[in-house]
């Protein structure tokens, strides 16, 4: 089965790194994958909050291309990586299947730029792909450096499980914690899976956004986690960027390793550091790299 | 002393008294409520379950900003049944909401909370109650009209564009983070747009003349953003 690719905008700037690390996850695992033509923004967050019907064309601008690229398969199967974009697109087929008028002018206007809209598209993430499509057992089959003896956070973020989602609980989500376990490492229980890190409010009003990021990390060490993953761009961003910013307004040391889901897995899977776009975040997971060859964590 | 005689009184007061006068006016009189309102934000947040909120405050107790907000979201959910617009849309609260979506999960009586910020996002930018200077508000300005020119939304210029407007020393401020994340191949100042923008623009013109619940363009942002 051919997936359709949907990278959304961060993923080809701030987020690269996720890119970079699922593709090279997705090739050695063997999932195929096709980018969207042409796509464009998902019509998340921000917009949602100028114009909703304008957000929703946007949304289904994208499903219709999907379909339209798959015209010979059965199945339409769209991965969508960033949490938001995967949110929108959910959320535009659910509003889309209980408001047909909607959908009727939606539909039309489609068709006059040579689209069409069969609601045929499924959404997925990629964990929902890698957890239930391939499977623990297949990846555990794979795996060539198994994280033997490092302490994984998964986190979440807010819109991967809520309120959309189908493949995971929305209060405390276990498909990211299965498919580390899979990879043989040992996954922290904590209650901060899917709390808030602050999303875009870093940006814009940073004295309600920090606590919340802060709480987050702080929690991580708590645990005596080795490394926090995650499954968002912006999450990912908030969570490693601003880690100096915290340290500075709260007076304490919360230096610790946020990469994404996709990196570890990679580097489980024997993948190339350089290839999984490491190089690109700001501190390199010296820690990590030296418990994955023998060393013993040092937990201060 | 009747109750005529006292209002009589309070009405002629001296200028520092007003302002007591000024406080006390928090609590409005029912005649200048927005009744309609309820039904307004009802209608484009998905959904009449707003009518059936029970008050219990689980949403507030769920959202994880909600103690910086000037208004819990539950009180927001009674203040737009009772019809106070103007307090409700130019509050903090609506642009402290990062759509986490607690809420919505948590709502015993299944009311899309963020469903109804987000409405009320809208209400305020329609009707131009939103705070000029906010950068939340900015952000969403300038991102919706980003990605209506060129159908993709460019982080580099978005972010520029909004410290430049609401707050040029948070450029400042940001510089090295930029830099850092510059030398990382992570940001730049390239607009990213889509081949075939006119189609894009057609698509969402011709939703826009056909949407069955027609919404009034009265703020300039969109009226700007429409003229491009």
Known sequence: ?300 | MDKKSVFAESFALDNAAKDIVEIRRRIKYESELDKSFKDKIAKSAHGEKLYGCIQCGTCSAACPVSHYMDYTPRKIIQMVREGFKEEVLTSSTVWLCASCYACTVECPKGIKITDVMYALKRESILGNYYPKKSPASILANNFFNQVLNNGRNSEGPLLVKMYLKTNPFMLLKNMALGFKLWMRGRISLKTERIKDKRSLKRLLQSVEDNSINKAKINSPALKEASAV
């Open chain 1, 1 to 300: 089965m051919k997936y359709i690719y949907y990278p959304g905008c961060s993923l080809k700037s701030t987020g690269k790194l996720y890119e970079e690390s699922l593709l090279a996850v997705f090739d050695a695992l063997g999932i195929e994958y096709e980018e969207l033509n042409d796509w464009n923004c998902c019509g998340a967050t921000a917009y949602m909050a100028v114009d909703e019907k304008k957000a929703f064309v946007l949304a289904a601008r994208n499903l219709a291309l999907a379909e339209q690229q798959m015209k010979d398969e059965k199945e339409v199967n769209i991965v969508a990586p960033c949490s938001a974009c995967y949110m929108i697109l959910l959320k535009t087929q659910k509003y889309l299947e209980d408001n047909p008028e909607d959908m009727a002018v939606i539909k039309a206007a489609l068709k006059e730029s040579g689209l069409e809209y069969n609601a045929k598209a499924k959404v997925r993430h990629p964990i929902d792909v890698l957890i239930n499509d391939l499977g623990e057992k297949e990846i555990s089959k794979r795996i060539t450096k198994p994280l033997k003896g490092i302490r994984v956070a998964s986190y979440y973020g807010c819109q991967t499980v809520r309120p959309y989602s189908t493949f995971d609980d929305q209060r405390n989500p276990v498909a990211m914690d299965n498919l580390f376990k899979a990879a043989g490492a040992e996954v922290v229980d904590w209650s901060m899976k899917t709390r808030c890190c602050g999303a875009s409010l870093t940006g814009t009003i940073q004295e309600v956004a920090l606590p919340l990021s802060y709480i987050i990390l702080h929690e991580a060490k708590k645990r005596r986690a080795d490394v926090v993953t995650t499954a968002c761009s912006l999450c990912q961003f908030n969570l490693e960027c601003y880690q100096t910013n915290i340290d500075k307004k709260f007076k304490t040391d919360t230096k610790i390793d946020v990469i994404y889901f996709t990196q570890l897995l990679g580097l489980a899977l024997g993948i190339e550091p350089k290839k999984l776009g490491m190089n690109r975040l700001f501190s390199q997971p010296e820690d990590l790299y030296r418990i994955m060859e023998g060393g013993k964590p040092v937990y201060v």
